[in-house]
C-alpha cells in the first residue's frame, strides 16, 4: 500500500499570500498518478488536479500541480477568501487508492 | 448536468447492515464507474473501492473485503453500498463519486450519506 504524507498539518496565511503544500509518497510513484482535492466544510471533495499538474475544468489558474515520485506540490499562487478549505493529495498509481491525511488552509 | 444524488442518513445498530444508494444522472451510466470513499467524523477520506458499471465488477479495498458489497441497478442508473455486520467504527459519511475513464479520479461526488452506527 502507498502512504501519502502531507504537510504541513495546517497553514495559516493571509489574502494574497502564496500557498505551497506537500504530499510525499512510499514508495514513490512509478507514474504521476496523483491527485489534488479541496473540502471545504460540510461538502463533497472537489477534484483540483489530476496527473498531478493538470487542472480539472473550472479550476482557476491559480491553482497549480507539480512533482513526480515521491514528491508532490499544490501551489496556489494567491490566496483568496474561498480558498479556506482541506486539500488532500490522492494517488491512483495502485489499489488502494489512498488519500494523504490532508492539510488544513486557514486564512490569517 | 451530471448529478449524484445519494440516499439520505441512516442510524444502525451494531451488527445491523445498511444500504447506501447513488442515483446517477446527467451522463450515460454504463460509460463511468463509480467510487466509494468514506469520511470518519472530523476524519481525512479513505477509499473503499470502485464498481465498474459496464461489466458489474467489484475491487475492493483489502480492508474492506468481505463486509462491503457493491452493486448496481443499470436500469435506474443507480449504484449500492451495503455494508454487513456494522461496527461503531464504521460510522461515517460514505460518498459516491464518477470515476472518469482518461484516468480513475474522482471528478463528480455525491452529496454524502451519514451512517452512525450506535446502539
Known amino acids: 500500500e502507498i502512504v501519502l504524507t502531507q504537510s504541513p498539518g495546517t497553514l495559516s496565511l493571509s489574502p494574497g499570500e502564496r500557498a505551497t503544500l506537500s504530499c510525499r509518497a512510499s514508495p514513490s510513484l512509478s507514474s504521476t498518478y496523483l491527485a489534488w482535492y479541496q473540502q471545504k466544510p460540510g461538502q463533497a471533495p472537489r477534484l483540483l488536479i489530476y496527473g498531478a499538474s493538470s487542472r480539472a475544468i473550472g479550476i482557476p489558474d491559480r491553482f497549480s500541480g507539480s512533482g513526480s515520485g515521491t514528491d508532490f506540490t499544490l501551489t496556489i499562487s494567491s490566496l483568496q477568501a474561498e480558498d479556506v478549505a482541506i486539500y488532500y493529495c490522492?494517488?491512483?498509481?495502485?489499489?488502494?487508492?489512498?488519500f494523504g491525511q490532508g492539510t488544513k488552509l486557514e486564512m490569517k | 448536468q451530471v448529478q449524484l444524488v445519494q440516499s439520505g442518513s441512516e442510524l444502525k445498530k451494531p451488527g445491523a447492515s445498511v444500504k447506501v444508494s447513488c442515483k446517477a444522472s446527467?451522463?450515460?451510466?454504463?460509460?463511468?464507474?463509480i467510487h466509494w470513499v468514506r469520511q470518519a467524523p472530523g476524519q481525512g477520506l479513505e477509499w473503499l473501492g470502485w464498481?465498474?458499471?459496464?461489466?458489474?465488477?467489484?475491487t475492493y479495498a483489502q480492508d474492506f473485503t468481505g463486509r462491503s458489497v457493491f452493486s448496481l441497478d443499470t436500469s435506474v442508473s443507480t449504484a449500492y453500498l451495503q455494508i454487513n455486520s456494522l461496527k461503531a467504527e464504521d460510522t461515517a459519511v460514505y460518498y459516491c463519486?464518477?470515476?472518469?475513464?482518461?484516468?480513475?479520479?474522482?471528478?463528480?461526488w455525491g452529496q454524502g450519506t451519514l451512517v452512525t452506527v450506535s446502539s
Open positions: 446527467g451522463y450515460i451510466f454504463s460509460n463511468y464507474g
Open positions: 463519486a464518477r470515476r472518469r475513464v482518461r484516468d480513475v479520479t474522482s471528478d463528480y
Open positions: 490522492q494517488q491512483y498509481c495502485s489499489t488502494p487508492y489512498t
Open positions: 464498481i465498474n458499471t459496464n461489466t458489474g465488477n467489484p
